[in-house]
């Protein structure tokens, strides 16, 4: 028998969402959303510079050079020799191999718009690569912010953008008010963030820094487990010092926004 994918409720409700959103705007938006790639998966670059390679490995021949927010096609993940012994996942390209600690795996999906937002808005998921909060709703108004693939944003008024688009005014958690393109925002449904579990269970997250991964715990059994990236520098010897508190920490508060 092949090996088995486990999917959890809410991964579960997060595809269909998204899958739904696709087929209802399929035909009534000109592909792909706001120029990015044709493809289920995409990734987009989070570095200033890196090196795409015809192998999945640093020392082979860097085949094209890419740029800080540039979103290529991720035709499949592949395990390579990592730049760092922490990850050896490549993203294999159109152009090349990628080490994946250098982008963000995102999709390109635009949503139904809303017809009615209520007073105390809803909270919406950012399910294209980009695209940018701007401080009113017009494409040439200037731009507050660059918003990314799966940021978490309030959206509480739909606007008719003066460039004849459908915004949404939508607002961070400390309350920064900017305007987006509507069909960019899935909207989060109830079921998503709903308590999972009595609340009897005995639950911890394990975090590995050298290891960069994560594991979530629920009554002495793993179920959940992803790769991460803390936060890090160097100092004066070149050896790596973590800027994450190291410890035991106890969660106290939960935001819909992180």
């Given at each position: ?98 080490w994946s600690s ?79 393109p509507g069909e ?75």
């Open positions: 028998m092949g090996e088995t994918t486990r999917i959890h409720r809410r991964d579960f409700l997060r595809l269909a969402g998204a899958g739904l959103g696709a087929v209802a705007l399929r035909g009534s938006l000109r592909p792909p959303f706001q120029g990015f790639p044709s493809g289920d998966r995409l990734c987009r670059i989070t570095e200033v510079k890196v090196d795409l390679h015809s192998a999945p490995r640093p020392g082979s021949p860097v085949v094209s050079t890419r740029g800080f927010d540039d979103v290529l096609v991720l035709l499949r993940e592949v395990v390579g020799e990592g730049v760092y012994p922490h990850n050896h996942v490549w993203f294999e390209t159109p152009e090349g191999y990628l250098e982008a963000q795996p995102v999709r390109n999906v635009p949503n139904p718009l809303e017809t009615t937002i209520p007073a105390e808005g809803i909270w919406t998921e950012l399910s294209i690569p980009y695209t940018e909060g701007r401080v009113r709703p017009d494409a040439s108004a200037p731009a507050r912010y660059r918003l990314y693939y799966s940021m978490v944003l309030n959206v509480n008024e739909r606007v008719a953008g003066d460039d004849g688009g459908t915004w949404y005014r939508v607002e961070d958690e400390n309350g920064v008010v900017m305007f987006a960019s925002f899935r909207v989060i449904t109830p079921d998503e963030i709903a308590p999972i579990g009595t609340g009897l269970e005995e639950k911890e997250i394990l975090v590995n820094l050298e290891r960069q991964d994560l594991s979530a715990i629920e009554d002495g059994v793993e179920v959940y487990y992803c790769r991460i990236s803390s936060g890090y520098a160097f100092d004066k010897e070149g050896k790596r010092v973590w800027n994450t508190p190291i410890g035991q920490n106890w969660t106290w508060r939960k935001m819909v926004s992180r």
